[in-house]
T-cell receptor, first 116, second 113 residues
Framework: AQSVTQLDSHVSVSEGTPVLLRCNYS??????LFWYVQHPNKGLQLLLK??????LVKGINGFEAEFKKSETSFHLTKPSAHMSDAAEYFC??????????????FGKGTKLSVKP | EAGVTQFPSHSVIEKGQTVTLRCDPI?????LYWYRRVMGKEIKFLLH????????ESGMPNNRFLAERTGGTYSTLKVQPAELEDSGVYFC???????????FGDGTRLSIL
């Protein structure tokens, strides 16, 4: 069975400093991985996706993630945090085989706080 | 292009009552998904429609939950009778095909008193 583990429930950074949100996955085959973001009282917005092409994936708003098969990781990074980045971030794997086509399996989420 | 729309945004009902949540997917999206986040837990898959057919309902918690998608357009999720543990945020998502990214609505926050 596929799963994702987000290693931090809460991360706090200062504005202008780098962001690192950690995610490890478990999959018996090559997974499709995603990062979604949820701002308060809003829906989930897709930041980026990995689908077995380039291992370094660039997303919206300056975020990127690197797929590392040897470490089973898909960490999300951004060089310089902005106040508007404060939100909850979800690492997600797609259950894309068998009867559950494309259903998403979510991590528990990481709340990112950005201090001025 | 209009996004995924969910109604209502909030619902507060008493235990034992019935509530119906509605989701309007992006036009042309055959795939429609329901997810739920119970407080303190991760977001969990409930079910998946392809057009009007239920492709996978393995995540539905019990028979108090009934989902429909008549005509393959909007979908409803009815909870009858509601229990305290049904409180949470219910998300709907749609995609043009199963291997394309899912677009989410803002969710319905359901509170059972």
């Amino acid at each position: 069975a596929q799963s994702v583990t987000q290693l931090d429930s809460h991360v706090s950074v200062s504005e202008g400093t780098p962001v690192l949100l950690r995610c490890n996955y478990s999959s018996s085959y090559s997974p499709s991985l995603f990062w979604y973001v949820q701002h308060p009282n809003k829906g989930l917005q897709l930041l980026l996706k990995y689908t077995s092409a380039a291992t370094l994936v660039k997303g919206i708003n300056g975020f990127e993630a690197e797929f590392k098969k040897s470490e089973t990781s898909f960490h999300l990074t951004k060089p310089s945090a902005h106040m508007s980045d404060a939100a909850e971030y979800f690492c997600v794997v797609s259950d894309g085989y068998g009867g559950s086509q494309g259903n998403l399996i979510f991590g528990k989420g990481t709340k990112l706080s950005v201090k001025p | 292009e209009a996004g995924v729309t969910q109604f209502p945004s909030h619902s507060v009902i008493e235990k034992g009552q019935t509530v119906t949540l509605r989701c309007d997917p992006i036009s042309g999206h055959d795939n429609l998904y329901w997810y739920r986040r119970v407080m303190g837990k991760e977001i969990k898959f409930l079910l998946h429609f392809v057009k009007e057919s239920k492709q996978d309902e393995s995540g539905m918690p019990n028979n108090r939950f009934l989902a429909e998608r008549t005509g393959g357009t909007y979908s409803t999720l009815k909870v009858q009778p509601a229990e305290l543990e049904d409180s949470g945020v219910y998300f709907c998502a749609s995609s043009i095909s199963f291997n394309q990214p899912q677009h989410f609505g803002d969710g319905t926050r359901l509170s059972i008193l």
